[in-house]
């Protein structure tokens, strides 16, 4: 930002023309004189810059909204999940300046609540869309303000949405597992509504056509989404003497801690028994033992995809058309799948 010339004079204490003379490198002033005008300029031009930065902060804001309607995926044991997220919006707000706003809600969606969520002091909203039904989607998308829904991911909605690519991550466990020498493989899957999970259902299905492979349904396990409740159902399966293939595919980490511990229980060694591929990469995964191979989702990059997106929004006054991204993660390979020898 350009800084008066009139400023400069009345800090330097000199007249404007010999201000305008030092900063054009004219004759006319002591080379003295023309230093301390520089050093001056330079001073100004610096704080008005730094001004300038702050008032923008200051002006612009993101509303991040996170909406829990079951809590069967947003509770605490995904805190640290959540955390990436804002994170990587925090990231790519501050780099355009604007400051990021946290709100939560946990009830169900209303004309009452919309128009709270529409009257937000904010530029526009990134909106957490983990459990989010397509309905709910399609309300919220009736909202004026600019916005891009992260963490679901919906064909047919004329909205933004910025989500983990399910199918291709899907894809590498399955795969993973039959490079390792598996052909057996199964899936503990949950019934709590999320389009992430019912995304994982399909992907897993097609992930094991494309390797002409086949599932049962008794190689397929129904469980809660929580780690107590993926625990108590696994136990139950268990007790009814179900018959557990050599690797399973498990739709979360959290499911999968749940089930690894209703398996120790019954004896089962893990990857000996059981090798297991989980979902998520949480830090809890890496501490237990064994350690989890699972899929880590680059969610950082996901909350600056979307934070881009609704930014690009501000620019173009909201004009631009529904965008739909996928960011793909990767398979982080540790010591829960052993290598079948045949």
């Known amino acids: 930002m350009k800084v008066s010339l009139k400023k400069i004079a009345e800090q330097a204490n000199v007249s404007v023309a010999s201000v305008s003379l030092a900063l054009n490198n004219k004759p006319g002033v002591s080379e003295s004189t023309r230093n301390n ?13 730094e001004f300038s930065v702050y008032k923008q902060v200051r002006e612009g804001s993101i509303k991040f909204l996170k ?25 790519a707000a501050s780099k ?29 909203l990134i909106i957490l869309g983990t ?19 992260i ?22 466990a399955v795969k993973h597992f039959v490079d390792m020498g598996h052909q057996t493989i199964g899936y503990i899957r949950t019934d709590t509504q999320t389009q992430n999970f019912k995304l994982r259902d399909t992907g897993f299905q097609k992930a094991m056509e494309s390797f002409n492979l086949s599932c049962s349904n008794e190689c397929i396990f129904t469980v ?21 293939p050599g690797a399973l595919f498990v739709a979360n980490d959290i499911i999968a801690l749940g089930c690894i511990k209703a398996f120790k229980e019954f004896g089962y060694k893990i990857p000996e028994d059981i090798s297991l591929i989980g979902f998520d990469d949480l830090p ?11 899929i880590n989702v680059r969610k950082k990059r996901i909350g600056e995809i979307g934070t881009q997106l609704l930014i690009e929004k501000f620019n173009t006054n909201d004009k631009l058309p529904p965008s739909k991204t996928v960011i793909t993660g990767d398979l982080i390979i540790r010591e829960s799948v052993k290598k079948v020898v045949s």
């Not at 044991?77 to 994170?87: E, K």
């Not at 604007?98 to 526009?124: Q, T």
């Not at 459990?131 to 829904?149: A, G, H, M, T, Y």
């Open 151 to 172: 963490d679901t991911f919906f064909d047919f909605v004329p909205a933004s949405f910025v989500d983990m690519s399910n199918f291709d991550e899907v894809y590498l």
């Open 284 to 294: 809890t995964s890496s501490m237990i033992e064994p350690p989890l191979t699972t």
């Open 96 to 124: 355009a300046g604007y400051n990021i706003e946290i709100s939560s809600i946990d009830k169900n969606l209303s004309r009452k609540v919309l128009n709270l969520i529409d009257n937000f002091d904010s530029n526009g």
């Open 131 to 149: 459990e989010l039904s397509r309905k709910d989607v399609e309300l919220l998308n009736q909202i004026k303000k600019p916005k891009v829904f």
């Open 224 to 244: 809660d989404s929580t780690f107590t409740g993926a625990y108590n159902d696994m136990t139950a399966y268990l007790k009814r003497d179900a018959v557990v």
């Open 67 to 91: 909406i829990t309607k079951h809590g069967h995926t947003l509770n605490r044991d995904h805190d640290v999940f959540i955390s990436d997220y804002v994170q990587g919006i925090e990231n």
């Open 37 to 49: 005008i520089l050093k001056i300029a330079k001073i100004l031009e610096e704080e008005s810059r």
